[in-house]
């Protein structure tokens, strides 16, 4: 049986080793349609290739990574951002304990990243300190613009973090 997956643009280009993108898949055992709904069919089937709404990065060693979900991905200022890659910035502060990145819209950029913090057991930061640290780690259209810091951050039976509750909260 042979598999093939690529990572594309949103025109279906492939892209080249460490670009992130959609990841496509083609194989004996990949979906073939969606039960009886046609719409959904012609949006994730194309060409014999399933796109999968999941976005990842091929590195130079043949190795394949999942980033986030597409539909999670920010434009700011017309640039692609993944709020998965903003959280792992902030995860490598050794006083944050637990943290989650949505879009909140701005008139300037259309959207921009919000970041929600838990800080490590008595440990105090600031919004100031979180922005200064992800400064060093992160071009500066990814930064977050706004922190706010939690006690804790909804999560669902799973453990991961509820982000639809942080998103409705913020409208």
């Keep these: 049986m042979s598999y093939e997956i690529k990572i594309v643009?949103?025109?279906?280009?492939?892209?080249?080793?460490?670009?992130i993108g959609e990841m496509i898949f083609k194989g004996p055992a990949v979906?073939?349609?969606?039960?009886?709904?046609?719409?959904?069919?012609?949006?994730?089937?194309?060409?014999?290739?399933y796109y999968s709404g999941d976005l990842g990065r091929k590195?130079?060693?043949?190795?394949?990574y999942f980033i986030d979900r597409k539909s999670g991905m920010m434009k700011i200022a017309?640039?692609?951002?993944?709020?998965l890659e903003i959280e792992?910035?902030?995860l490598e502060h050794p006083d944050i304990k637990d943290a989650a990145v949505i879009s909140v819209n701005d008139k300037l950029r259309g959207e921009i990243p919000k970041a929600f913090i838990v800080a490590k057991n008595g440990k105090k930061l600031?919004?100031?300190?979180?922005?200064?640290?992800?400064?060093?780690?992160?071009?500066?259209?990814?930064?977050?613009?706004l922190?706010?810091?939690q006690e804790s951050l909804p999560k669902i039976g799973s453990g991961k973090i509820n982000k639809r509750i942080l998103q409705m909260e913020e409208v």
């Design 78 to 83: 017309g640039l692609k951002v993944y709020p």
């Design 31 to 49: 979906v073939s349609g969606y039960y009886e709904d046609s719409i959904n069919t012609a949006m994730c089937l194309k060409n014999g290739w």
């Design 126 to 145: 600031t919004a100031d300190e979180v922005i200064d640290f992800c400064k060093e780690r992160l071009p500066n259209y990814k930064l977050p613009r």
């Design 59 to 64: 590195d130079g060693d043949g190795n394949y």
């Design 88 to 90: 792992l910035a902030l």
């Design 9 to 19: 643009d949103e025109h279906g280009e492939e892209l080249p080793e460490g670009e």
């Design 147 to 149: 922190v706010q810091m």
